[in-house]
C-alpha cells in the first residue's frame, strides 16, 4: 500500500511518524553503545583479574606442579576468553553503533528534504488558493456594485424630475460596473481553474511522490535495524568457535593436573640427599646403683670398665656432652643461615646438584651462543677480506678476541662447575652404597656403624673402642652400654685432620662453633654432602663451620686415633 494514495491527507502524522522511527534507531544504538561498554569492561575485569593471579616472579622460580601449571594454563585461556570479548565490542561498535549513528544522520537529512519540498508544495497550493479566492472575492464585490449602478439607472430613469445628465451619469456608472463585473469573473474563473488545476497536480503527483519517498525512507531504517540485529548477534556467533576453543583448553588443563606427577616434584625439589638419623643409644642412668650378690644377677662387664662406667661425670663436663648431642640434631630442624655460595655447597647434596645441573646448562647455552656468535664473525670477516669494499676485516678483531675470551670463561667456569658436581654425584653414590651395606649387614650380629653411617664386621673393633655402642643389641645378653653413638661423651670423637679458618664464622645458631679468621681447628668429622664439617676447638669445644670457610688438610695417619687437646 502507497501512503501517496492511502495517507494524502495525513502530512502530519506522516511528519510525527517518521521523527519517531529516527528517535527509535537512535534508541536502538544508544542501547548497542551500552552493551559493547558492557563487553569492553568485561574483558577489561577479565585482563585485570588474570593479571592479578598470574605469576610475579620468573618461570624459573614458579611451581612446576601440575595443578599450578594447569591454573596458569587457564589463566592464559582466560586472558584469550577476554580478548575474544573485546572483539565483540569492536564488532558491535564498528558493524553495528557507528553504523546506525551514520545512518540516522542519512534519514535525518533524507526527512529534512522530504518534508521541506511536502510543505513548499503545500504552500505553493495555499498561494493558488488565495489568489482564487481574491479574484471570488472581487467578483463578488464587483456584482454587488454593478447591481447598485443597475438600481440607481433604473430609479433615476423612472423619476420624471431627474435631468437628462443624470439619467446619462448612471447609465454610464452601470456600464462601467457591469464591464468590470464581467472582468472580475473571468479573473476568478481563471484563477478557479488554475487552483483547480495545482491542487489536483497537488494531490495527485507532488504529495504521492512526496510520501512515497518518506515510505521508502522509512521502509528502509526498517530494513537497517533488521541488519543491525543480525549484525549484533553475528558478533557473538563469530567468536563462539574461538571461545569453545578456550572452553576446551580449560578443560584440558584440568585434565592434565597429575598427583603423582606433583608428588615427585615435591620430592625432587626438597630432597636433601641426607642419611636418614640413626638410631639413638640407651642411656643407663642406674649404674650409680649398687648391686649385691642377693640380687642373683651376674655383670658381665669387666671390672674396669665397671668403674669407669661408675664414676661420677663432673657437671661441665655433662653440660657439654648434652650440648653436643643437641647440636646435631639441628639437621632435622632450621639450619643455619649461611651467605649463598657460588659452588652452592651451603645447600642439602641433592639441591646442590640440581642447581650445579641447571647453572652448567645456563653456562651451555650461553657458551653456544658465545660460539655461534664469533662463527658469524669469523664468516664476516672473511666475506670483508675477499670483498674489502664491503667492510675492513680488522674492525671485527676486537669483537672475535672478546667473543674467544668469553668462551674461555665460560669453558672455565663448565669446568669447574662439573668438577663441583662430580664431586656431589660422587659423594651421593657412596653414600648410596654405605646405606646399601647398611641394609645388608643391619641384623647380623656382629655388625657395628661406624660414625659415618656405614658398618664393619671387625669384631676386634669392640676391643679398642668399648664404648662405641652398636644401633642396636646384636644379642640379649650384650651390656646395655655398648652402643654405636657419635654423641658419645665418655671420649672425644677422633682427630681426622686439622683446618685453618679462612674467614670469621659468628656460629650463632644453634650447633655452630665460632672461629675467627686463621684459627686452627681439628677436624674430627668430615664433610657429609651438605656443606658443613664438624671441628673442635683447642678449648675441647665443638660444632659446625661450613666447610667453604675453612681450608681442610686430612691426616691419614691420625684417622682413626684419638688425640688430646688438653
Known amino acids: 500500500m502507497s501512503w501517496g494514495t492511502e495517507l494524502w491527507d495525513q502530512f502530519e502524522n506522516l511528519d510525527k511518524h517518521t521523527q519517531w522511527g529516527i528517535d527509535f534507531l537512535e534508541r536502538y544504538a544508544k542501547f548497542v553503545k551500552e552493551r559493547l561498554e558492557i563487553e569492553q569492561n568485561y574483558a577489561k575485569q577479565l585482563r585485570n583479574l588474570v593479571k592479578k593471579y598470574c605469576p610475579k616472579r620468573s618461570k624459573d622460580e614458579e611451581p612446576r606442579f601440575t595443578s599450578c601449571l594447569s591454573f596458569y594454563s587457564i589463566l592464559g585461556e582466560l586472558n584469550d576468553y577476554a580478548g575474544q570479548r573485546e572483539v565483540v565490542a569492536e564488532e558491535m561498535s564498528h558493524r553495528v553503533y557507528n553504523e546506525l549513528m551514520r545512518y540516522s544522520q542519512e534519514l535525518k537529512a533524507e526527512r529534512k528534504h522530504h518534508l521541506q519540498e511536502g510543505r513548499k508544495a503545500q504552500q505553493f497550493l495555499d498561494q493558488c488558493w488565495k489568489q482564487m479566492d481574491n479574484s471570488k472575492k472581487k467578483f463578488e464585490r464587483e456584482c454587488r456594485e454593478a447591481e447598485k449602478a443597475q438600481m440607481t439607472y433604473d430609479r433615476l430613469d423612472n ?219 669469523n664468516k664476516m670477516k672473511d666475506v670483508y677480506e675477499k670483498n674489502p669494499q664491503m667492510g675492513d676485516p680488522n674492525s671485527l678483531q676486537p669483537k672475535i678476541s672478546e667473543t674467544n675470551c668469553n668462551i674461555q670463561k665460560l669453558r672455565s667456569e663448565i669446568h669447574k662447575n662439573e668438577t663441583w658436581l662430580s664431586e656431589v654425584e660422587g659423594k651421593q653414590s657412596s653414600r648410596g652404597d654405605r646405606r646399601h651395606s647398611a641394609d645388608n649387614h643391619h641384623h647380623t650380629p656382629h655388625g657395628r656403624e661406624s660414625p659415618e653411617g656405614s658398618y664393619t664386621d671387625d669384631t676386634s673393633q669392640e676391643h679398642h673402642t668399648p664404648h662405641r655402642r652398636p644401633a642396636q643389641p646384636a644379642q640379649p645378653n650384650h651390656d646395655p652400654h655398648e652402643f654405636d653413638d657419635e654423641f658419645d661423651d665418655d671420649d672425644p670423637l677422633p682427630v681426622i685432620g686439622h683446618c685453618k679458618a679462612l674467614y670469621s664464622f659468628d656460629g650463632q645458631n644453634e650447633g655452630t662453633l665460632t672461629m675467627a679468621e686463621d684459627e686452627i681447628l681439628y677436624i674430627i668429622e ?41
Not at 531 to 559: C, D, H, L, M
Request: aromatic share 8%; proline share 5%.
Open 159 to 377: 423619476d420624471i424630475n431627474a435631468t437628462k445628465s443624470e439619467v446619462e451619469k448612471a447609465k454610464a456608472q452601470l456600464y462601467m460596473r457591469t464591464h468590470m463585473a464581467d472582468e472580475s469573473k473571468n479573473e476568478y474563473a481563471a484563477q478557479l481553474q488554475n487552483f483547480n488545476g495545482e491542487q489536483w497536480k497537488h494531490f495527485n503527483n507532488s504529495i504521492p511522490h512526496i510520501f512515497k519517498n518518506l515510505q521508502d525512507m522509512d521502509e528502509r531504517r526498517t530494513v537497517k535495524l533488521g541488519e543491525t540485529y543480525r549484525s549484533f548477534a553475528e558478533a557473538e556467533r563469530r567468536v563462539i568457535p574461538i571461545i569453545s576453543k578456550c572452553l576446551d583448553g580449560m578443560v584440558s588443563a584440568a585434565k592434565a593436573v597429575d598427583d603423582r606427577r606433583d608428588s615427585t616434584i615435591v620430592v625432587e625439589s626438597f630432597k636433601s640427599g641426607f642419611d636418614p638419623p640413626g638410631d639413638f643409644p640407651f642411656e643407663d642412668f642406674s649404674q650409680n646403683l649398687s648391686r649385691t650378690g642377693s640380687d642373683g644377677t651376674i655383670s658381665n662387664t669387666p671390672k674396669g670398665e665397671r668403674e669407669r662406667d661408675l664414676a661420677p661425670v663432673p657437671r661441665s663436663e655433662a653440660k657439654h656432652t648434652i650440648g653436643r648431642s643437641k647440636n646435631k640434631l639441628w639437621l632435622f630442624g632450621k639450619k643455619p643461615k649461611v651467605p649463598s655460595l657460588e659452588d652452592f655447597s651451603h645447600l642439602p647434596p641433592e639441591q646442590r646438584r640440581k642447581r650445579l645441573q641447571q647453572k652448567i646448562d645456563e653456562l651451555n647455552r650461553e657458551l653456544q651462543k658465545e660460539t655461534d656468535q664469533r662463527d658469524a664473525l
Open 526 to 566: 668430615e664433610d657429609k654432602g651438605d656443606g658443613w664439617t664438624r671441628a673442635r676447638k683447642q678449648s675441647g669445644e665443638e660444632g659446625y663451620v661450613p666447610t667453604s670457610y675453612v681450608e681442610i688438610t686430612i691426616e691419614k695417619n691420625s684417622k682413626g686415633t684419638r688425640l688430646s687437646l688438653c
